[in-house]
């Protein structure tokens, strides 16, 4: 992979070779395409049957349907986005395939954006049958969300590539030793995040730290759209701002951690 | 660029560097107290094989390693194909390839899948009738349609090969290229490299502790030990100043600490 360096234009020739890689992977491999699904399906319906007997005995939840479960799908958006990412880019670790990319004309920018496009494919496999059974199971409709589900899907997916791109970052530096916390890290996210419950809930200390996350704002829109029937434009736009800064920081961390491998030798030996 | 981030001093390596196909100008590499490489220089002129040569631990994967951009030098300079490494790399990877046991294919991907990947990574034109081509002259044919990690040894080794050639690469940097195959495929494989760069007037840099292979492969051989230089010339040369008629002689000569003696009876 090109040394750190953005010059020159992005190929899509290139960034469409890795999308071809990882897509005759997924076909290769039944238990990785039903990886995708299991999760997912097992999620919307432990938590939307919760829902429905939540439904049948508190009127607020009653009157306030689909906000658990409504969590649930985009809760995965966030965590299946970050991992769809995080496994392409782990596929190459654990076939000690890393080597051969980074010696090829492929830059770090075009790398990532592919893992940013498989996430994309890896999630649809993964959630569009899950919001299926939802509204097949539980009568709720997501995309009834209507044009509010992009500001939510846009701001949680933008939070799942950078956590992606940082503990991938992280990976490349330590080895597989630091695998771990591909799996692990965005659970740390979600108390802060108010995914099931509203910010309001925490001491007031904490709420500045959750509305640092830009998941916050999409969890909170959401449950203003579903209880009140207003969409907070004004937290979407809050959300993509820091997103923004989010991205272009984990990319940052990105290419200072493949340095610092480079200037280690942990390239050589990618394993533990 | 050094792994401190600045521009080394300009030595002589500028002037080598336009005509050569690698030049290394008193390039170093210290891992906390190890110095893993320590200020050696040299030059490939295109269309040379060059063996590499050296113990374990002699330096020789992390000298590859900084020509390949892999590892950052703690100081010294790195020059392939004229272009200064790591930071116009983008000018070079596309017309260099490499082969080492440190990284495989995927190995659910077929050898068709793979070589259409790096193919299409490396912007090779008439995709398809490269990885025919290739198919053919190395013999994939049989398992061309097979997942790699159903191949054997030998046969990993001749699709990792294709991988490195599929780009026709000016420079091709190989790492044991012959480990792990039956003398029999070895010998094709040499041969396959000899009219490789015969036809293509490419340079090769060979490391590999097969000392009658570097023989046969190689019109200049260096040896490293303890990541200096400790001899470079033609093999023919350097087998006359050790007095001695193999080059594994010579290597172990050099191994075991008795190469001053050696050369010091020839004077």
């Known amino acids: 992979m090109t040394d750190l360096s953005l010059h020159r234009g992005i190929s899509l020739h290139r960034i469409g070779a890795m999308i071809l890689r990882y897509w005759y992977l997924l076909l290769s491999s039944w238990p990785r395409l039903l990886e995708l699904l299991y999760w997912p399906a097992l999620q919307v319906i432990t938590w939307g049957f919760l829902q429905l007997y939540i439904a049948e005995n508190a009127n607020f939840f009653a009157r306030a349907g689909g906000t658990l479960i409504g969590a649930v799908i985009l809760w995965d958006i966030l965590f299946r986005g970050q991992l769809g990412f995080s496994i392409s880019f782990l596929e190459e670790m654990w076939a000690r395939n890393l080597g051969n990319l980074m010696m090829s004309p492929l830059r770090p920018i075009e790398f990532l954006l592919a893992l940013m496009v498989m996430s994309l494919i890896r999630l649809a496999i993964g959630i569009i049958p899950m919001t299926l059974l939802a509204l097949f199971l539980f009568h709720f409709n997501v995309y009834a969300l209507g044009l509010p589900l992009i500001a939510f899907f846009c701001n949680l997916i933008f939070t799942s590539w950078s956590v992606g791109i940082f503990v991938s970052g992280l990976v490349v530096r330590n080895g597989l030793g630091a695998e771990s916390i591909v799996w692990t890290l965005m659970f740390a996210i979600l108390p802060l995040a108010c995914v099931y419950y509203p910010v309001s809930v925490l001491p007031v200390w904490l709420q500045y730290v959750a509305w640092a996350l830009p998941p916050t704002y999409a969890f909170e829109g959401m449950r203003a759209l579903l209880i009140e029937q207003t969409f907070r434009t004004d937290l979407m736009l809050e959300a993509l701002f820091i997103n923004a800064v989010l991205l272009v920081a984990s990319f940052g961390a990105f290419l200072a951690l493949l340095r610092s491998a480079k200037r280690h030798g942990s390239l050589l030996s990618v394993g533990e | ?267």
């Open chain 2, 1 to 267: 660029m050094t792994e401190n981030g600045k521009a080394s001093s300009r030595p002589t390596v500028a002037d080598r560097g336009l005509s050569a196909a690698i030049a290394v100008d008193h390039l170093v590499k210290v891992y906390k107290q190890t110095r893993a490489v320590d200020d050696i220089s040299f030059s490939l002129p295109r269309g040379s094989i060059t063996g590499l040569l050296g113990g374990n631990g002699a330096g020789k994967t992390t000298t590859i390693a900084m020509i390949m951009g892999l590892v950052l030098p703690t100081s010294g300079r790195v020059q392939v194909l004229g272009h200064e490494m790591p930071e116009e790399s983008a000018s070079v990877l596309g017309r260099m390839n490499f082969e080492s046991p440190y990284v495989d294919m995927p190995m659910r991907l077929t050898v068709r899948q793979n070589l259409t990947v790096f193919g299409k990574l490396y912007a090779v034109k008439n995709l398809a009738d490269r990885i025919a081509r290739l198919a053919a002259d190395l013999d994939l044919t049989d398992f061309i349609d097979r997942p790699n990690g159903k191949l054997s040894a030998g046969q990993k080794t001749r699709v990792a090969l294709a991988k490195a050639l599929i780009n026709q690469p000016e420079l091709l940097l190989l790492d044991e290229p012959t480990a792990s195959l039956d003398p029999d495929t070895a010998d094709w494989v040499r041969a396959h490299l000899e009219r490789y760069r015969r036809d293509n007037n490419a340079t090769i840099l060979l490391a590999s502790h097969n000392m009658l292979e570097v023989e046969r492969l190689c019109d200049r051989v260096i040896i490293m030990k303890r990541g200096r230089i400790e001899d470079d010339d033609t093999p023919e040369a350097i087998m006359a100043r050790y007095n001695r008629t193999t080059l594994e002689e010579v290597f172990l000569d050099v191994a075991r600490g008795r190469a001053n003696g050696a050369k010091e009876a020839v004077r």
